[in-house]
């Protein structure tokens, strides 16, 4: 049995009428994403996850990012309550689910948070002072999470729609990031590798056990992190990104328990 689950949802029918924050709207080709989506799960199995899928939410055009409906740790998970009132519907699909490997806390109004504005650094907890994600639920995550011992920072950004566009974690207290839109001296004494100039967007990557899945589109990035020793899973995201999601957005990642 595998140490790791892995909740994925599948690509909604409606994904062409997703939330766009910093993109132009540009065709999504569904069957496409559909496909990019099946190669991007089948990397979670070979990485050592068993592939859990909720109910489809077809009448949720962003559903398949399903990372931002949850935060997942070892002790509980927290539902979160997005910024974008389009998706708040979202969690419905998937609370029962993630129910059955933890207990369930909820972020509530005012509070918004998104799941894509958390990076976890072993038990600090970076959030990112979003369009998604407000003070108030900022607020309310560091009070649910101080009896288990998780420090909570709020991280200013710019540029960009979630904190893990713009950096994400890829080894123990190492973390790939884009200093355009955020400063890297607030996250402590971390090992940063920076993005390639040439690619602002190649900031986002999913560590999971021994490997890093990362989309096909940044090779110089690419580079660099297998330069730094890091064993990349390369997936073709494209149709994804249209939607402004990134690898870390379509699973939430659980240790078994």
Known sequence: MASRIAITRPVSTSIVHCELTHLTREPIDYSRAVEQHAAYQAALAALGCDVVSAPAGHDFPDAVFVEDV????????????????????????????????????RID??????????????????????????????????????????????????????????????????????????ERSGFGNVTWIDVDPSEPHAANALWVGDGVIYPLAYARTADRLEAAGLALHRVDASELAKAEGGVTCCSLILARR
């Not at 009132?85 to 059955?100: F, H, I, K, M």
């Not at 909570?152 to 974690?169: N, Y």
């Open 109 to 182: 109004a005012p509070g918004t948070l998104d799941g894509g504005d958390v990076l976890r650094v072993g038990r600090r907890l970076f959030v990112g002072c979003s369009s998604r994600s407000n003070a108030n639920g900022i607020a309310q995550l560091r009070a649910l999470l101080a009896r288990h011992g998780y420090e909570v920072d709020a991280v200013d950004m710019r540029g960009c729609l979630h904190l893990k566009t713009a950096v994400t974690a890829v080894a123990e207290n190492t973390l790939l990031g884009n200093g355009a839109c955020v």
């Open 70 to 105: 949850a935060l997942v740790l070892d002790e509980l998970a927290v539902m979160t309550r997005s910024g974008a009132v389009s998706r708040r519907g979202e969690a419905d699909g998937v609370e029962p689910l993630l129910a059955r490997y933890r207990d369930i806390v």
